[in-house]
């Protein structure tokens, strides 16, 4: 029995975002976007921070091209093992840093540069009073959830195509590696080659060249969905609905919430609609004989070229990501900025609405365990 044809996943048990207490720092790592002076600054800010409390800092250069880039484990060692990872940039700088953090559980801080993110938390002036919040144990852990894959074989990047698909990124990250597993099924090639890789938004299988799209049998729980022929197919978290599936049409899930999330990128057919799958429900990718080849990306970086006949099955990781938080993620409230949806013409019509839900009196019991806003006072 194949990964494609059979693999219902076995249900893994449920486990909250709510947040959790967050456990002592005693090293840091540290991902700043070299770019921006207030990164290059806030850095200095970090390391004296991290000196008077005697604390390790190490920064964590993910752009170098001194040495080849290293898988996120890698790099946690080098680094290590921080048990909190500071990332000082937008939200693509935090998923470098998310990508490092997640291989030995450590938390992830994210420091914004001024735009309105969905994944960084700080505003960059307030990173020391994060910190402080931090090693004080006032902040809040929330965990979300991410993806990991099997694959008919390890997928690399080609040497002739590395400058191609990397451009603008340095040099491309090593293959995925196989990931260890004591399974019985280990050396059963037709449940594929388990691959150490985490995705915090979504992994993506699109076309390389104008005239050759991806075309690729779906499988959702093991069973045929359809063929699609497209750009691109996406398999996103709820955190990465947001991102490149949002762009597609696809819907805005709650970063709460557990879900795999299938959206095809301009498919040739008529059914175009995202597929939201429970998170037991693997989706696998097959490519087509009469299919162009494919990249594979991971959270937007490229890791792989899949050609005709290749396949790889996208499921709910065991591991999740632990998001420092120093008070409830208010995501209605982003989704509101970053779209701006305060601009809409009734907006300006009937002016600011009103609250709803406003916590000035005691929650009544049946509402106890609901996510409320702050009480007003």
């Known amino acids: ?19 959790r207490s967050l456990m002592p720092v005693d090293r840091i790592g540290l991902v700043v976007h070299q770019g921006h002076a207030s990164a290059l ?58 990508r490092i953090a997640i291989k030995t559980g450590a938390s992830v801080l994210g420091v914004d540069l001024g735009k309105v993110g969905f994944l960084t938390e700080v505003p960059v002036g307030d990173a020391i009073s994060a910190l402080e919040a931090v090693h004080a144990d006032g902040a809040l852990v929330e965990e979300r959830m991410t993806l990991t894959m099997r694959a008919s074989r390890q997928p690399e990047v080609p040497a002739e195509m590395e400058a191609l698909l990397c451009y603008g990124r340095g040099s491309a990250l090593p293959p995925p590696p196989v990931r260890a597993t004591t399974s019985t099924t ?4 037709s449940w594929g080659v388990p691959l150490d890789v985490n995705a915090l938004n979504d992994i993506v299988v699109e076309k390389l060249a104008r005239d050759h799209q991806v075309s690729a049998g779906v499988y959702i ?5 359809a063929a699609y022929s497209a750009d691109a197919l996406v398999v996103a978290t709820p955190t990465g609905s947001t991102a490149y599936s949002f762009a597609a049409g696809g819907p805005v899930l709650s ?4 879900a795999v999330v299938f959206t095809p990128i301009a498919p040739h057919m008529t059914f175009n609609r995202t597929v939201v799958a429970a998170p037991d429900e693997p989706i696998a990718l097959r490519m087509l004989p009469h299919s162009g080849r494919a990249a594979v990306s991971i959270d937007g970086q490229p890791r792989g070229v899949l050609d005709p006949g290749d396949w790889i099955g996208v499921y709910r990781a065991p591991h999740r990501l632990r998001l420092i938080r120093l008070h409830p993620t208010d995501f209605y409230g982003r989704l509101r900025d970053r779209f701006r949806l305060t601009d809409a013409p009734a907006t300006a019509t009937d002016g600011e609405s009103a609250p709803f839900f406003r916590r000035d009196s005691p929650v009544p019991p049946e509402l106890a365990d609901l996510r409320l806003p702050p009480s007003a006072s």
């Open 41 to 98: 600054a806030a850095a200095r800010d970090v390391h004296a921070w991290s000196r008077a409390h005697g604390i390790r800092c190490t920064d964590i250069d993910v752009w170098s091209a001194d040495h080849e880039r290293r898988s996120g484990r890698e790099e946690a060692h080098a680094a290590g093992d921080p048990d909190l990872v500071v990332t000082l940039g937008g939200d693509g700088t935090f998923l470098r840093g998310a």
């Open 221 to 225: 729980s093991g069973r045929l969905l």
């Open 1 to 19: 029995m194949s990964f494609v044809s059979g693999l219902v996943t076995g249900t893994l048990s449920h486990r909250s975002s709510k947040a």
């Open 255 to 258: 970063p709460h919430m557990d």
């Open 186 to 189: 280990a050396t059963d090639n």
